[in-house]
């Protein structure tokens, strides 16, 4: 089956750490980018991250940009969000999505022959 599970989120205290996973399966894995994205209720979803798995080129949203750090270990097919120094504001529902892309140096979905997302892993930060 050609799906991506999301996992890991949590309740951490604001400066605490947290990390996702992101486990793909039914497709080539590293011929994909696969990038994270949150949603808060009310507001639409913003890219975070993405990292392309063929070539490990990565990029952030600002405001994550020296705590957060995307990876990909392609013999487990999995991508990996840590996330350091946690905020309040980083409160949402992340989710992570295959392809993504670039648009005005911020993570956008992308499009392909796949178009998937997880099933969303809720991460919250308390103060």
């Known amino acids: 089956e050609v799906q991506l599970q999301a996992s890991g989120g949590g309740l951490v205290q604001a400066g605490g750490s947290l990390r996702l996973s992101c486990a793909a399966s039914?497709?080539?894995?590293?011929?994909?980018?696969i990038g994270w994205f949150r949603q808060v209720p009310g507001k639409e979803r913003e890219g975070v991250s993405c990292i392309s798995n063929s070539d490990g080129t990565t990029v952030y949203e600002d405001s994550v940009k020296g705590r957060f750090t995307i990876s990909s270990d392609n013999a487990k097919n999995t991508v990996y969000l840590q996330m350091n120094s946690l905020k309040p504001e980083d409160t949402a529902v992340y989710y992570c999505?295959?392809?993504?892309?670039?648009?005005?140096?911020?993570?956008?979905?992308?499009?392909?022959?796949?178009?998937?997302w997880g099933q969303g892993t809720l991460v919250t930060v308390s103060s």
């Open positions: 039914g497709f080539t894995f590293d011929s994909y980018s």
């Open positions: 999505k295959a392809p993504c892309t670039v648009v005005g140096g911020i993570p956008w979905p992308g499009t392909s022959e796949y178009d998937l």
